[in-house]
């Protein structure tokens, strides 16, 4: 899959009531976790997506996890260097420590 890395400035600003935002929950459940990132096909482009919907509508919480769970399915396909590089971006915090150590451990094997 040769998604591009989610880029902030390029993506439009929408209000937080916007129609895509009850969309959130459906794709944080197939676009993450354990079980779907083992098809990054499906789960890289649903966590993309979810990205763009809540930078869209200014939710960072969101956004950040959103950009975790692409990461770990970046870590999955073998692209460590863009993987870390997306994790930086994303505020402090356990699920961005988790996944830069799964990114880690993935690369030394």
């Known amino acids: 899959i040769l998604l591009p890395t989610p880029s902030i400035p390029s993506l439009p600003t929408l209000p937080k009531s916007h129609l895509l935002a009850p969309l959130l929950p459906v794709l944080s459940t197939y676009g993450g976790g354990y079980f779907m990132v083992r098809r990054l096909s499906l789960s890289l482009p ?7 919907i809540s930078h869209a509508i200014g939710d960072g919480e969101s956004r950040d996890k959103a950009a975790i769970d692409f990461a770990t399915g970046l870590v999955h396909g073998g692209r460590f260097a863009e993987a870390r590089e997306l994790l930086g971006r994303c505020r402090e915090g356990g699920a961005r420590e988790a996944a830069e150590a799964f990114a880690r451990r993935v690369e030394e094997r």
């Open 46 to 52: 649903l966590a993309y997506l979810r990205f763009s």
